[in-house]
Structure formats: C-alpha cells, structure tokens
C-alpha cells in the first residue's frame, strides 16, 4: 500500500486492453499514483479517495483496469450516486491523459541540449479538470485537502447546529457592473464575541457598507476552530516546506501562527445555489492569507482559476494568447462533507474561486442523510490586528479603504493599493462580492494610494512604530514622487 501513495515515480506494466486507451497508457507508463488517482477521481467525483485507491491496488496499478471495474461494480459507499456513463467516463479519462501529456516539456540551452523538465500548468482553455486526490490537488492547485477532517460525530453536531441558523441567514449581495445583485446562496459572519460582533458591525466595512448581520460563534463552531487552527497550521508549514523557493514563507506571508477569529458561513440550498468567481477581500486578512475551508453535507465543486497577467507586449503573439487562454483553464475539486479546504498564501492575489451550481451536466446533487439538498460551508479566517479597520488608510469619503493586489500590468504587478471602498471601473470589472452588506450606492471618491508592508506583510508605517521608528511616518515610506502618483488606477485582482 505504502508504494502506491508514496508520491514518487514507479513504473506500472500496462495492461492489454483493447478500449483504444492502450497506446495513451503506454505513453504515461511513468504515471504516478497520484496522477493515476487523479484521472480516477475525476471520473468518480464522488467515491472515497481510499475506494479509488482499492481499486488500483486490485489491478496492479493499471487505471483502465480499475476504471472497468469501478463501472462495472458501483461504488459501495452509500451517498455515491452511479457514476457517470462508461463514454463521458472515457472521455474524461482522455482528456485528463491529454492534459498530462501536455503538462512536462524539455527546456533547452542554446545548444539544444535538454536542462530540465519544467511543469506546465494542467489545464487547457474551455476544459474543466478535475482533481480529487489530496496529493494532486496539493501538485496542481493552491489548496490542500484534508478528507475526513473531523471525527463522523464531531462533524454532524457541527452540521446539526448550522442548519437551524441557516434557516435565517440573508443571501449575499453581490456587486457586479455597478449594480447590486443577490448572490444565489445565503451567508452569515460569526466572531468570537458578542462584544467583537457589535464592534464589526459598526466599524468594518465592505465595499462601502457595515455589515448587517454579525453573529456570535456557536459552542460547536468553536471547539472545531481549534481543530482547524492546530490543523492549517500543520499545512501551511508543510506547503512552505515543500512547495514555496528554497523553503521559505512568501513575502508579506506572515510568520505567525494562524489564529482563526472570524468566518463566514455559507448555505447553499439545493443544486442550483452557487457563488459565482471571485476573491476574497484582502482589507482584514492582509496580504497572503491562508483560509480554512470546511465543508458539511451535501458535496459541491469548488472550481478555481488562475489569474494571469497580460502578456508584455502590446501585440501578443497567437502563442502567448494560447498559453494565457490554457494556463486561465478552470479546476474543479469536488468538496465531500468534512472535508477541510486550506486555501494556502499564494491563492486570493492569484486565483479566482467559485461554487458552481450543480446542473444535470455535473451530475447534479447527492442528498446528504443529516443535511438534505443543502450545504454548509465554514470559512474559518484570521483578521489580524494590523488590518483592523482602526489603522486602515482613509480615504476621501473619511471612510477605512479596501486593500487590493495589482496583478494585471506588468510593471506594477505584486504590489497593492488602498483604494475607496465605492466601487467604480474596477471593481466592476471584477465582480466582486459585498456581503450581506446593505447596499449603499454612490461614485465613491475614487482615492488610492500605494500600500507597503515589510516582509511580514505588517503596514509599514506599523512595523517602523514597532521597531522605534518614527510614528505614523508614511511619507517616509512613499515611493519617489512619479511612482506614487497614480493617475490611473491601476487594475486590480482582488477585493
Ligand atoms: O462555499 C465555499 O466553499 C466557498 C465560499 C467562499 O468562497 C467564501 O466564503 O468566500
Ligand atoms: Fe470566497
């Protein structure tokens, strides 16, 4: 057993199969099982990672043998709904062996000899991959999976307690093209204390408006917060360990421990409910964020894309325009009740992320036993003092601004700016959420202002007070004059 989910490289003896995939398989014979249980899992959304994993150890590792008799004996898990017919089951098989084909390519010196095999991104434009097993989704996305996170009784109480509140949660808001429309899902924002609740509610702000319904976390909520905390943190160190350069936190990530003291909860009321591409507001969070991610009942897909910037030049060639169109392809990772979703440091400047409804296309929805046609979705998040809004930049309006990351163009990319909480061009451009807000119109006054943070992610005006430097200094810490006037804003990927 241990073998098949050791991540590293073994070769598998291809079957003699007739099904016309013999000569894709031969091709991947150095498939691992993590790329193995990938194309599976995207075949089987919904059968247990571990059934899957059965499946291949019965067939000595051969995908198209598992993948026969996965059609052939449906999964004996209870909640699995019968897999999708053998053809759209082949062609998804395809199709995820086209993408790994495509996903090593030979770089060259300029002798033509080999230097490495660089990764490509996986996905491909118009294509939907999807992605199951921990392993891959932790390879190919910015998230990691934990299945099974909390003990099968644990989990349910949790579920038992947010289904009653769930019934008088609001739809949230959504603001797109300059006009406010409701979300097809209902949220509601849980702090830890009644005291802090009153505090949000008067002081922090969502594109221009307090929200309305801030609530105090329940019993259960927050016994399972420490479990998430101890559990992220576990994460993030690993992710920093074995995925970013040279083992090292990103810039502005900060150093500390994770300490979820807010969330949001999400309830999405049969198949149709969703929420649509976005990112989440940096304001509170601070640059890099990491959110933990839980999910209860009913299992939906959660599908991300990547942002990527413009090509330099102003007249992109076809290839560029392909290479951006195929590295902006969406992957969709099906969510199982309690499952816990990190989304690591390098995910909300980067990647957009959606709940898609769940159509007869996607197979739909499976009811869950406790929960019915509905999910619950916690996002356990961490608004970190620095942030709050009381040393939030001001703008115009006198009101804290919003923080965004600028991602689009080239010379400015990676950097953030404190922007009027009003939306204007932008932010309609973007789409991007106001929760439950109450909807509060206007032009806003269209301030913005370079943000700067040291390695930390700290204000930097914060992190010189900190060190004993001057107080409050920001001119200090402004750019030469040309660079920080900004006479157009600049566009930017994040709410
Ligand atoms: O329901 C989910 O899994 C995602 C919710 C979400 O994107 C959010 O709370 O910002
Ligand atoms: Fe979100």
Known sequence: MDAYVSRKRR??????????????????????TDEKLAILSSVF????????????????????????????????????PPPLKKTSAMNRVQSFLHFAEQSQSEQTNKDGNALKTVPKPLTKKGKTLYLYSPPAIAQHTPCTIIHNFLPPSLANALLQELLPEAESFTSATFRLFDNVVKSPHTASFYVDSLAEASYQKSSYLYNGSTLTDVRE??????????????????????????????????????????????????CYN???????????????????????????????????????????????????????????????????????????????ETWKHSIAPAGASTGG?????????KRINITY???????????????????PCVLKSVLRRAKTVGRYVWMCQTPGRVEA?????????????????????????????VPMWLSEQRRGGKENDLEEEKLPADENTIHAAPETATG
């Open 270 to 348: 049969g198949a149709q409910q969703s929420v649509g591409y976005h990112t989440d507001q940096l304001s509170y969070l601070g640059p890099h964020p990491v959110i933990g991610s839980l999910s209860l009942g009913v299992q939906r897909e959660f599908r991300i894309r990547r942002i990527v910037p413009r090509p330099n030049s102003e007249n992109p060639t076809q290839k560029e325009l392909d290479e951006l169109a195929d590295a902006q392809g969406q992957i969709s990772l099906p969510l199982p009740h309690n499952s816990l979703l990190v989304m690591h440091a390098e995910m909300q």
């Open 11 to 32: 070769r598998v003896s291809v079957q003699d199969e007739t099904n016309g995939l013999k000569s894709k398989a031969e091709v991947h014979e150095e498939q691992t």
């Open 217 to 266: 976390i329940l019993p259960v909520m927050r016994q399972v917060s420490a479990l998430v905390k101890e559990a992220v943190n576990s994460e993030i160190e690993k992710r920093i360990k074995e995925h970013y350069p040279d083992g090292k936190k990103l810039k502005y990530q900060s150093p500390g421990p994770w300490i979820p003291n807010a969330a949001f909860v999400n």
């Open 365 to 373: 929805i499976t009811p869950h036993p406790i929960a019915g046609n």
């Open 45 to 80: 959304e919904k059968v247990p990672y571990e059934e899957l994993l059965e499946a291949l150890l019965a067939h000595d590792g051969s995908i198209e043998r598992a993948l026969e008799s996965l059609l052939d004996n449906p999964s004996s898990s209870s909640h699995s």
């Open 381 to 399: 998040r961490w608004y970190r003092e620095e942030f709050s809004p009381e040393y939030t930049p001001k703008c115009k309006c006198g009101v």
């Open 429 to 457: 451009e973007s789409g991007e959420g106001v929760r439950g807000t109450e909807g509060k119109e206007g032009k806003g006054c269209g301030h913005f202002e370079w943000a700067e943070f040291d390695d930390d992610g």
